[in-house]
């Protein structure tokens, strides 16, 4: 089976003043269709670059990225476009909604970016308010819905296009621990559909709902395993710090 993401040694460089900072370190990783993945990782750790590459959002320095067979490390801003569009739907922190439009013309909003007719883009709108429960809400503006409700709906919109991956950044960041809960268990009901998701988050509370987890630290891979195996919340010391003598 073909992997659907695939970083091979994948680094991301960036020059601070006269500092190279290795953001990612020669990272391999597989994501195969249907799975559920949290990449984990403190500040600092490379979580956020790797998605930013998995989203198509940058390229890496070096190393090769494949997205459903497809090496895009080396696209141009217009080809990542088109493959975001059609391969991708992302889930925001600050769900990332418009305020002057409806529920509904939000999410039919990458769809129009797609060149869909006014009528297909309104059917698939409908359909993915209505697999997260908000139909009935498809006229109210964002101000009119709760935290939740306005992160049911930008998961409207990642689902909107039938993406090939879920993109989820930190979703619950902005939720109380309630909401967040049901956010959490709502992709877990789109992984059990069939649907594949990757979840970036720092919490490892959050993580563990996942099926499996990779761990960043320092741009590296130092974990990469089932979600439940207890070393996959095990934070290893920093090896700069001092350790008391015993």
């Known amino acids: 089976m073909e992997h659907l993401i695939e970083f091979k040694d994948v680094?991301?460089?960036y020059q601070m003043g006269d500092t190279a900072v290795h953001a990612l370190d020669g990272v391999d990783l597989t994501i195969d269709?249907?799975?559920?993945?949290?990449?984990?990782?403190q500040s600092g750790s490379?979580?956020?670059t790797a998605m930013n590459i998995i989203g198509c959002l940058d390229v890496p320095t070096?190393?090769?990225?494949?997205?459903?067979?497809?090496d895009v490390s080396t696209m141009d801003d217009d080809q990542q476009a088109e493959i975001r569009n059609k391969m991708l739907g992302f889930i925001f922190q600050q769900y990332n909604l418009i305020p002057k439009l409806n529920v509904q013309e939000n999410v039919e909003l990458?769809?129009?970016?797609?060149?869909?007719?006014?009528?297909?883009?309104?059917a698939k709108a409908v359909h993915a308010l209505e697999r997260v429960g908000l139909a009935d809400k498809r006229k109210n503006l964002p101000s009119q819905l709760s935290g939740g409700q306005q992160?049911?709906?930008?998961?409207?919109?990642a689902l909107a296009g039938d993406p090939s991956v879920i993109l989820a950044d930190e979703p619950t960041g902005a939720l109380d621990s309630r909401t967040g809960r049901e956010v959490l268990s709502f992709l877990q009901q789109l992984n059990r559909e069939g649907n594949t998701v990757v979840l970036i988050t720092h919490d490892n509370a959050i993580a563990v709902k996942a099926q499996r987890i990779v761990r960043l630290q320092d741009g590296k891979v130092i974990y990469d395993g089932d979600a439940h195996d207890p070393a996959a919340v095990v934070q290893p010391h920093?090896?700069?710090?001092?350790?008391?003598?015993e």
């Open 238 to 245: 920093d090896e700069d710090e001092e350790v008391a003598p």
């Open 62 to 70: 070096g190393g090769k990225y494949f997205l459903g067979g497809v």
């Open 110 to 122: 990458p769809l129009l970016y797609a060149g869909l007719s006014a009528e297909a883009r309104r």
């Open 46 to 48: 490379g979580k956020s």
């Open 11 to 13: 680094y991301k460089i």
């Open 33 to 41: 269709p249907g799975e559920f993945v949290a990449i984990v990782g």
């Open 151 to 157: 992160q049911r709906v930008s998961i409207a919109r």
